[in-house]
């Protein structure tokens, strides 16, 4: 059973456009939502996360956007620049710890001109 | 600012083979994680640690083993390597589980011939 559901697995924006990428999950002990981005030959790293306490959290052109009620929630790129094509997982996990984070599938973004 | 290592970046196995990948963390994280990439699969746990001396099985643990005899160190052993052990491996830590940033290695390419 796949916990967290991650669409679309690829994606094309063009410079300057709104990258829209969405994440549902099953499990409703869940209360830590991060973003992590992963560039070509590297390890991913942290982009943002959000708790369940608010329903959006914004970090310069990066916002999730999260909705409990339907279990969802979302990340979007303003102003897509070509230097932000890359893969883009979402996660979960509960804060309370001793559970390791649970990953979707990934979103690979390309940014084009 | 080592971070995260993995020891090797590349490696090509026979089947059969046995190898041991080698993770280590220089920034004193209770947590390591062992998790393998493939196309279209995201991220799936294989291994897990909460503590030096501990490990927890992941959501694909089969014909992986793993030990955390020092809290720097992670080590993953394939025994007997087969060609659907073929992937990227990458390791990650963090200070607590769960509900922190994890810190992830630049990952093993590992082949089975």
């Known amino acids: 059973q796949q916990q967290v559901k991650q669409s679309p697995q690829s994606l094309i924006v063009q410079k300057g456009g709104i990258s829209i990428i969405n994440c549902a999950y099953e499990?409703?002990?869940?209360?830590?939502f991060p973003w992590y981005q992963q560039f070509p030959g590297k390890g991913p790293a942290l982009l943002i996360a959000?708790?369940?306490?608010?329903s959006e959290k914004k970090e310069g052109r990066f916002t999730i956007s999260f909705n409990k009620s339907a279990k969802q929630f979302s990340l979007h790129i303003m102003d897509s620049q070509p230097g932000d094509s890359a893969t883009y997982f979402c996660?979960?996990?509960?804060?309370?710890?001793?559970?390791?984070?649970?990953f979707g599938k990934g979103t690979r973004l390309s940014v084009i001109a | 600012n080592a971070g995260v290592t993995q020891t090797p970046k590349f490696r090509v196995l026979k089947t059969g083979q046995s190898m041991t990948l080698l993770c280590a963390q220089d920034?004193?994280?209770?947590?390591m994680y062992w998790y393998r990439q493939d196309p279209g699969m995201g991220l799936r746990l294989i291994h897990y640690s909460v503590g030096e001396g501990t490990t927890a099985k992941g959501e694909v643990p089969d014909g992986y083993n793993v030990s955390r005899l020092k809290k720097q160190n992670f080590l993953l052993g394939l025994e007997s390597a087969a060609p659907s052990q073929t992937s990227v491996y990458f390791c990650?830590?963090?200070?607590?589980?769960?509900?922190?940033?994890?810190?992830f290695g630049q990952g093993t390419r590992l082949t089975v011939v």
């Open positions: 920034m004193n994280h209770e947590y």
């Open positions: 499990n409703t002990a869940f209360d830590y």
């Open positions: 959000i708790r369940p306490d608010v």
């Open positions: 990650a830590s963090e200070p607590t589980g769960g509900n922190t940033e994890a810190f």
């Open positions: 996660a979960a996990s509960k804060d309370s710890g001793n559970t390791p984070l649970v």
